[in-house]
T-cell receptor, first 113, second 117 residues
Framework: GDSVTQMEGPVTLSEEAFLTINCTYT??????LFWYVQYPGEGLQLLLK?????DKGSNKGFEATYRKETTSFHLEKGSVQVSDSAVYFC????????????FGTGTRLQVTL | KAGVTQTPRYLIKTRGQQVTLSCSPI?????VSWYQQTPGQGLQFLFE???????NKGNFPGRFSGRQFSNSRSEMNVSTLELGDSALYLC????????????????FGEGSRLTVL
């Protein structure tokens, strides 16, 4: 079945540091890929998405590129802020099969001053 | 517009009891999905309802059930609670659902945190 693997957390960075959170996936066909973010005490919200190979999703300074050859969708940000502290979830939807979002286990990011 | 509303936000039950959780989707959204979130298993898909019909179901035992009403509000029920059912239960709504017509963009509520003692 479909699956998503994320790097283990927590990730602790100083403000203005560069962020990379790795995400790889296993799926048949051509899934769409997503990053969701969960701030403390809140539900998840969509951060960005990419629906086909080589697409780049971007939002709020975060970027991720859909790499079919490496089955990856790594999340990056050039300069993190304290307000970016949250849990980040990589996810995919494969409308050809399960027709539901499959999430990774989440990566907690802690940004300090 | 108002977001996804889940009630209750917190509840404590004992083993063997049952619980009903409620979800009011964003106005106009016809699809409601439920997820269980635990530290060990992450986010696990429970089921999705669209226009009062269960359209997809995850790998959970029959103790977990749900329904959707004509106004798109949804409830999920867990019977004969076990300690392992302690989790954050998240509801998410979307305009057309997660399936072939869907975009994968879900709008989540803040969740109902269930503790089973």
């Amino acid at each position: 079945g479909d699956s998503v693997t994320q790097m283990e957390g927590p990730v602790t960075l100083s403000e203005e540091a560069f962020l990379t959170i790795n995400c790889t996936y296993t799926a048949t066909g051509y899934p769409s890929l997503f990053w969701y973010v969960q701030y403390p005490g809140e539900g998840l919200q969509l951060l960005l998405k990419a629906t086909k190979a080589d697409d780049k999703g971007s939002n709020k300074g975060f970027e991720a590129t859909y790499r079919k050859e490496t089955t990856s969708f790594h999340l990056e940000k050039g300069s993190v802020q304290v307000s970016d502290s949250a849990v980040y979830f990589c996810a995919l939807i494969n409308t050809g099969t399960a027709s539901k979002l499959t999430f990774g286990t989440g990566t907690r990011l802690q940004v300090t001053l | 517009k108002a977001g996804v509303t889940q009630t209750p936000r917190y509840l404590i039950k004992t083993r063997g009891q049952q619980v009903t959780l409620s979800c009011s989707p964003i106005s106009g959204h016809r699809s409601v999905s439920w997820y269980q979130q635990t530290p060990g298993q992450g986010l696990q898909f429970l089921f999705e309802y669209f226009s009062e019909t269960q359209r997809n179901k995850g790998n959970f035992p029959g103790r977990f059930s749900g329904r959707q009403f004509s106004n798109s509000r949804s409830e999920m029920n867990v019977s004969t609670l076990e300690l392992g059912d302690s989790a954050l239960y998240l509801c998410a709504s979307s305009l057309v659902g997660q399936g072939a017509l869907g975009t994968g963009e879900l709008f989540f509520g803040e969740g109902s945190r269930l503790t089973v003692l």
